[in-house]
């Protein structure tokens, strides 16, 4: 069974560096043609891709925060991170950690963690 869970600060202050680490169980973050991606969602608001790490380390990110976005990871961990500089309120919302796998598409998803930003 794959599992995925998010963790990380829920509250962050603006102008501050939001930062997420999704910890991977029952599958290898290494393992051929696997993504691993951060997808978010704001209140009352659709599901946002903000970017991915590939299973050989290439990094894919939204055009819309790739000034802000920077996505590593840890192989010995089997984790990888997310780090949003800059954060606004606008960056508000409950944040996933997701595989997505050829043919199949997004099949595993962390249960989300949310994260507020506010002063």
């Known amino acids: 069974q794959v599992q995925l869970q998010e963790s990380g600060p829920g509250l962050v202050k603006p102008s501050q560096t939001l930062s997420l680490t999704c910890t991977v169980s029952?599958?290898?973050?290494?393992?051929?043609?696997?993504?691993w991606s951060w997808i978010r969602q704001p209140p009352g608001k659709g599901l946002e891709w903000m970017g991915a790490i590939a299973y050989n380390g290439n990094t894919y990110y939204s055009p819309s925060l790739k000034s802000r976005t920077s996505i590593s990871r840890d192989t010995s961990k089997n984790q990888f991170s997310l780090q949003l500089s800059s954060v606004t309120p606008d960056d508000t919302a409950v944040y996933y950690c997701?595989?997505?796998?050829?043919?199949?598409?997004?099949?595993?998803w962390g249960q989300g963690t949310q994260v507020t930003v506010s002063s």
């Open positions: 029952g599958a290898t973050i290494t393992t051929s043609r696997d993504d």
């Open positions: 997701v595989r997505w796998v050829p043919y199949s598409g997004y099949d595993y």
